[in-house]
C-alpha cells in the first residue's frame, strides 16, 4: 500500500476520530522535546499511543547498509530491540531510495507480503505480524529514517486516516529535528565566536605582555600559528618600497627555516602596499588560481606555499610596518571567516605592541645616554675640582719665586759690598757663591718659565671644560624635551 499525505493533524482531529485522544501529557512532552532525542521518543509514542499498536520504531540511517533504532514504544511483553543494528540483506537496503522519494509501505500480513525469507524471520523475531513503515526525509530529499509501527498481537489492516496521521507525525518530526539542528548550529555558533573572542583576548594579551619588539614579533607568528594550525608563520618586515625581509618566523620541522631572507618586488605584491596601509586582507586557497603574477607564485612555490593568509601590521600612526603572513605548504585550505577575523586581529594588536615596545626602547636608550651624559659631567666636574685643588699650590710656589729672587738680589748686593772690601780668600769665596747664585737664578727661571706654561695650560683647560659642560646642559635639557619630530 503506498499512499500520500491529505489530512492535517488538525484535521484528523476534527473529524471525532480516536486519533484526537491522546493523553495530555504527550503534548506536555512536545513542548519540553528540544534534543533530537527526545523528539524521536516523543514522536513514537505519539504514534504508539494514536494507533494503539504493540510497537513504534526510528530507524535512523548510517549508511545504506546499516540501520539503528534510535527510539522506540513498545508493549510490555514484547522485545525491545532500541539500540538495535540490522544490517542488509535482511532489512529492505534495495527500497531506500524508494522510500527517499516519498513511497510508504503497509503490509497487513507479512507472510503473504512477497519479503525476502530473511526479512521475515527477522520480523518474527520480534513478534512482527503487520508493519508500516513510513519515511523521515529531510527537505534536501536526503533520508534520515523510517518511522516504523509493528502489529504483533495479529495481523492489522492499516487505515487511510492512520497512515496519514503518521506522514503527519514523520513531517513534524523531521521539521523538529530541523529546527533542533538549527538552533544547536546557531548555539554552536554563539560559543565559537565566544571561545574564539575570548582566545584571541587572551592572546593579545601575551602579546601585550612583550616587552622587546623582537619579543612582540616572535610571539605574533607563535600565536597565529597554534591560531590557525598551519605550516609556517612569517612577518614581512618593509625596509623599502621595493623590499622586504622576513624578521619573525615559527614553522614545522618539515619546512627549512626562512628567517632573514629579503624579497625584492616584483617578485612580492609591493604594488599593494597601499590597499594593505588601508588594512587589505587577502585569503588565498591555492596560489596557482590566485591570478598572481608567476614570479610571484614560483617564489612561494620554493618555499612550499600551497596557500597563504595576509593581513598587514600598522604601526606609528597607521604606517605600515610589514605583513603577518600564514603559509599552508602541504595542502591547499579554506581559510575559515572566523580564522580570517582572529587573525587580522592578531596582526593589529601587533602592531599596537609594536608601537608600544618601540617607543619603550627609545625612551631607554636616551636614558641610558642621559645615564652617560650625567656620567661624563661628573667626571668633568671632578677634573674642574681637581683643577682648583692645584691653582692654591701653584700660587704658592709664585709667592717662594718672588721671595727666592728678592733674596737674590740682596745676596748679589752684599757680594759685591764684600768684593769691594774684602781680601783676596774672601773674592775666591764670593765668586764660588755667585757661580751657586747664577745656578740656582738659572733654574729659578726655568722654573718660572714651567710655572707660566701650566698657568696657561691651566687656563685653556678651564675653557674647554666649561664649554664642554654647557654643551652637557644642552643635550640632557633636549633629552629631557624631545621635539615633535623625534
Same mark, same amino acid.
Given at each position: 500500500?503506498t499512499?500520500q ?8 482531529s ?6 484526537n ?7 506536555k ?7 533530537e532525542?527526545d ?10 499511543q494514536?494507533?494503539?499498536?504493540d ?28 539500540g ?5 540483506p ?7 531510495d524508494?522510500?527517499?522519494?516519498g ?17 521475515v ?7 512482527v505480524?503487520s508493519n508500516?513503515?513510513v ?16 502489529q ?15 506522514l ?8 523538529q529535528?530541523?529546527r533542533?539542528?538549527a538552533y544547536?548550529?546557531?548555539?554552536n555558533?554563539?560559543k ?6 575570548q582566545?584571541i583576548?587572551?592572546? =593579545?594579551?601575551? @602579546?601585550?605582555?612583550a616587552?622587546?619588539?623582537?619579543a612582540?614579533l616572535? &610571539?605574533?607568528?607563535? *600565536? /597565529? $600559528? ?10 614581512y ?5 621595493s623590499?622586504?625581509?622576513i624578521?619573525a ?25 597601499d ?5 587589505r ?17 614560483d ?12 593581513a598587514?601590521?600598522?604601526?606609528d ?8 603572513v ?10 575559515? =571567516?572566523?580564522? @580570517?577575523?582572529?587573525?587580522?586581529q ?5 602592531g &599596537?605592541?609594536l608601537s *608600544? /615596545? $618601540? ?6 636608550s ?7 651624559l ?5 667626571t668633568i ?6 683643577i ?5 699650590p701653584?700660587q704658592?710656589t709664585?709667592?717662594?719665586l718672588?721671595?727666592v ?9 752684599e ?16 765668586k764660588?757663591?755667585q ?9 729659578t ?13 691651566q687656563?685653556?683647560i ?6 664642554a659642560? =654647557? ?10 624635551y ?5
Open positions: 500500500m499512499t499525505p491529505s489530512l492535517s493533524l488538525s484535521g484528523i476534527q473529524n471525532g476520530n480516536q486519533l485522544l491522546l493523553p495530555t501529557n504527550i503534548f512532552k512536545l513542548r519540553k522535546a528540544y534534543t532525542e523528539i524521536l521518543q516523543a514522536s513514537v509514542e505519539i504514534v504508539y494514536a494507533l494503539k499498536c510497537r513504534v520504531v526510528v530507524y535512523s540511517m548510517e549508511s545504506k547498509t546499516l540501520c539503528k533504532i534510535v527510539a522506540e514504544s513498545v508493549t510490555p511483553g514484547y522485545a525491545q530491540i532500541y538495535t543494528t540490522i544490517q542488509d535482511c532489512f529492505e537496503a534495495r527500497y531506500i524508494q522510500y527517499q522519494k513511497r510508504v509501505k503497509a503490509i497487513t500480513n507479512i507472510y503473504e507480503a512477497g519479503m525476502s525469507p530473511c526479512y524471520e527477522n520480523l518474527e523475531k520480534i513478534d505480524k508500516l513503515v519515511p523521515l526525509t529531510r527537505k534536501n530529499n536526503s533520508l534520515y529514517g523510517l518511522l516504523v509501527m509493528h504483533c498481537s495479529g495481523t492489522r489492516q492499516w487505515e487511510q486516516t492512520e497512515v496519514e496521521f503518521v503527519q507525525i514523520a513531517d513534524w518530526t523531521i521539521e529535528i530541523s533542533s539542528q544547536l548550529d546557531l548555539d555558533q554563539v565559537n565566536s565566544q571561545k574564539a573572542q582566545l583576548t587572551d592572546i =593579545t594579551q601575551d @602579546i601585550h605582555r616587552v622587546t619588539s623582537t612582540v616572535q &610571539l605574533a607568528v607563535v *600565536k /597565529a $600559528k597554534e591560531l590557525l594550525n598551519c605550516d609556517r608563520v612569517v612577518v618586515g618593509l625596509q623599502a618600497e623590499m622586504g625581509e624578521v618566523e615559527v614553522t614545522i620541522p618539515a619546512l627549512a627555516p626562512i628567517l632573514g631572507s629579503v624579497i625584492q618586488d616584483p617578485c612580492f605584491e609591493y604594488r599593494y602596499i590597499q594593505y596601509q588601508q588594512g586582507v587577502r585569503a588565498i586557497r591555492n596560489i596557482y588560481e590566485a591570478k598572481m603574477t608567476p614570479c610571484y607564485v617564489n612561494l612555490a620554493k618555499i612550499g606555499v600551497k596557500a597563504n593568509l595576509v598587514p601590521i600598522n604601526w600612526n597607521g604606517k605600515l610596518y610589514g605583513l603577518l600564514a603559509h599552508q605548504c602541504f595542502s591547499f585550505k579554506d581559510w575559515q =571567516t572566523d580564522e @580570517i577575523e582572529c587573525f587580522k592578531i596582526a593589529f594588536h601587533t &599596537l605592541s *608600544k /615596545a $618601540k617607543l619603550k626602547e627609545q625612551f631607554q636616551m636614558e641610558t645616554n642621559i645615564a652617560q650625567n656620567y661624563i659631567q661628573k666636574n671632578l677634573a674642574q675640582s681637581k682648583q685643588q692645584i691653582k692654591q701653584i704658592k709664585n709667592h717662594i718672588f721671595e729672587n728678592n733674596l737674590n738680589r740682596l745676596l748679589e748686593r757680594i759685591n759690598l764684600i768684593n769691594q772690601n774684602g781680601s783676596s780668600q774672601t773674592r775666591k769665596d764670593t764660588l757663591v757661580i751657586i747664585i747664577r745656578k740656582l737664578a738659572g733654574i727661571s726655568k722654573f718660572k718659565q714651567s710655572l707660566n706654561i701650566v698657568n696657561i695650560t687656563n685653556e678651564d675653557v674647554i671644560l666649561q664649554e659642560v =654647557t654643551n652637557l646642559n644642552r643635550s640632557k635639557t633636549s633629552q629631557d624631545p621635539s615633535e619630530s623625534s
